[in-house]
């Protein structure tokens, strides 16, 4: 495989990115990956390069602000899934212009906080992804925040979570967000891969999701927590593999 760090530019910020071609020539499908809260490219490398064994292209990026090892620059502060969103679908229309790509078989492969922004790109930019595979995803995250700050005089000026802050923009910006209202309208496939000993996502998040995608199955992970174990990790790239092929082996929509 050919593995090349790149940068992609946009909204006057620059995503730290990495790709993952196979070997081969010709065009290949490409997976996107988008990590959890204060993560980082390399946290999904390993399923990358399981992928791009299997003939399967991937990219991997740090959201801009959404990781203290994030090298773009731009603040925690300043992050909000709505930005994270920008940079995901910036990612989708620089992938659709390589020339090894096919950009008729593109997957969003969103874990945690990712999972969440990956479904919103989704419901934005239906008409560019494939299918959705969906690793725990944080459905939950407005929920909880609007929850713990009732008022917006209750939101402070920055929070710190898991060695992070965020700021004022991040809480405000999800104050009239309501997730059952903003996803479930994408038409293709989805998987979805939650632990049944998550104490961060409650299942239930998941459970929902997968009666409101028209087209979802719901793969529940006994005895894995939030952040699966080295043998649900196999076990899930195993699985999303197979998901994929499956998706390539389907009439387009």
């Known amino acids: 495989m050919q593995i090349e760090n790149i940068t992609i530019s946009h909204h006057n910020r620059t995503v730290d990115a990495a790709y993952y071609k ?8 490409l997976v996107i990956f988008s990590h959890g809260y204060n993560g980082h490219k390399d946290d999904a490398a390993p399923s990358a ?10 990219v991997c990026f740090t959201f801009c602000g959404g990781s203290t090892r994030d ?13 994270e969103r920008e940079d995901l679908l910036a990612v989708v229309d620089e992938a659709k212009k390589w020339p090894w790509v096919d950009s008729s078989q593109i997957y969003l492969f969103g874990a945690s906080q990712g999972g969440m922004v990956s479904a919103l790109a989704a419901e934005e930019r239906g008409r560019d992804i494939r299918a959705l595979i969906l690793l725990y995803p944080a459905f939950c995250i407005a929920d909880n925040w609007n929850e713990r700050f009732q008022k917006p005089e209750d939101i402070p000026d920055t929070e710190v979570l898991w060695d992070m802050a965020l700021g004022r923009r991040f809480f405000e910006s999800i104050r009239d967000f309501r997730i059952r209202e903003q996803i479930g309208k994408f038409g293709g496939r989805v998987l979805l891969m939650h632990g049944t000993e998550d104490e961060v996502v409650g299942l239930e998040y998941s459970k929902w999701a997968s009666e409101k995608y028209p087209n979802a199955r719901l793969e529940l992970f006994h005895g894995e927590p939030h952040g699966f174990s080295e043998d649900g990790n196999r076990r899930m790239e195993a699985m999303a593999l197979y998901f994929i092929h499956e998706c390539m082996a389907d009439e387009q929509p």
């Open 22 to 29: 196979p070997d081969g020539e010709g065009s290949f499908p």
């Open 49 to 58: 390069k399981y992928f791009a064994k299997s003939g399967i292209g991937a």
């Open 71 to 83: 090298l773009s620059g731009f603040p925690t502060t300043e992050m909000t899934l709505f930005t």
